[in-house]
């Protein structure tokens, strides 16, 4: 399998987004490893072009929708200065310009103090984070009615498009987060409309352990940049994934901590 012909299909991609057929369906033995390799030759194109590493995006780590998506674990990908909006307002506009199928997905983000230690106790990871945000990301996938495989995703950089976090909540602040963060709960609206819900224990049992993936993936992965302070990690969604659509309203409420909801104009 030729990681190097699959990142030219990637990058050509998102130079002329359409949909296609999954890759998986046209390179015979795709798998995670060389999605991976492709997804590492489209992060290298945007160095080149001058994106700027801004931190990473968990996907999958919501196990209630794998089998929905027909994928079997989770993955991550790159967050750029590009594809980053800091709504510390709580509300943000949000174009969905050169994007496919957006959907939205309610998440909560890190920003790191520290490269995290490879370990799955919370209290020993929430030693590396300066603090705590609400998150919406907005991921796309140009293969039809979003049927793929797990690799197809990995090497389209995770489905990532946009990052929108909310205002940061230093974790010293929090008392007993690690304990609270599975429990904390979300409501997706679309406009007045409630559309979905989920908790934290969604996202791999909790937030922090979504962090702990990622810290042990990339111990796998030593061609992948290492995690490092002043990176943002979102640790993927606490609900389903839904299509949003310019002209919508979209926002959340959040309890769990001292972040509340954020609001989203799409255009």
Known sequence: MDATRLAKE???LHDHPRQVPPFSSRFPGLTAETGYAAARQLHAHRLAQGWKLAGRKNGFTN????ARYGVTGPMWGAVYDRT??????GAAAVSLAGLIQPRIEPEICFKLKAAPARTTNPAALLESIEWIAHSIEIVDC???EWKMALPDCIANNALHARLIVGAPVA???IAGLAAALPFLRVSLFKGREKIDQGVGANVLDSPLL????LVEILAQQPESPPLAAGEIVSTGTLT???PVQAGETWSTDLH?????????EFE
Do not use: C, K, N, Q
Request: charged share 15%.
């Open 10 to 12: 990637v990058i050509e």
């Open 63 to 66: 196990r209630g929708i794998w």
């Open 210 to 213: 979504s962090l702990a993936f």
């Open 256 to 264: 769990g901590f001292a972040a509340r909801g954020l609001s989203l």
């Open 240 to 242: 389903d994934a839904h």
């Open 84 to 89: 980053l909006t800091m709504a510390t307002s």
């Open 142 to 144: 140009p293969h039809p």
């Open 171 to 173: 974790v010293e602040r």
